[in-house]
């Protein structure tokens, strides 16, 4: 069947290119100030006690953010140097999540890491029995999230003909029918939502850090 959960904005395979990352992980002068840094951010929405455990999904996701993931180490190394404040993303929602300042509206550099790795720890929470069969782009570490996916071709879909999975960004243009935005778009967008209606070998618990991202409308699931 067909299940479409409704989430709370205000809760705010690779195959053989499969990675262990711990044989991948390059450690470098900097690592353990980007890892502060993200644990700074993921302990917000996330125990310190689950963190420091190597073998949660959450844990692991916390260290593909702090020694992989070149976006977040982007805006780590320019943070501003009085206040530790991350530089605005470069597309992030255009939906105000607060109260006008920098980092309380969706381009914040501090709310683009934490979906980042809200999302990192759902594709480590659903790998517990093996690799995706498809990646669906998640963790490409150099790609806005936004191109977090894969077109499917299906019929009779909520997107059309062609069936996005993975993370779909949605950008309103200023009309009534809202755009599906497939790439890394130099754009704001208005909310997203997670299908995972095609079958990817996913096993395991949804997170629930994914109720934190400010903009996830839905998630769609398909058994």
Known sequence: GY??????????????EWWDLEETTV????????????????SGITSRE?????????????QWIACRDQVSSALFHNANVSSGILPAQAHGSSLLTGGGDEN????????????????????????KEGPWDDTWNFLSENQHECSWHRNVTRANVRFGDFDPAGLVCMHSNGGSSPEIMMDDSE????????????????????????????????????N
Do not use: C, W
């Open 3 to 16: 299940y479409e959960v409704e989430m709370y904005d205000t809760m705010i395979a690779r195959g053989a």
């Open 187 to 222: 754009m704001g967008f208005d909310s997203m939502t997670l299908n995972i209606r095609v079958p990817n070998n996913l096993a395991g618990v949804i997170p629930p850090e994914l109720g934190y991202i400010a903009g996830m409308t839905s998630i769609m699931i398909e």
């Open 104 to 127: 309380e509206v969706g381009n914040s550099g501090e709310m683009q890491v934490l979906r980042r790795y809200a999302l990192a720890t759902f594709f480590f929470a659903t790998s």
């Open 27 to 42: 450690f470098d002068v900097n690592t353990h100030d980007r890892y502060d840094q993200a644990m700074a951010i993921a």
């Open 50 to 62: 689950v963190l420091e455990d190597d073998d949660t999904p959450q844990s692991k996701a916390l």
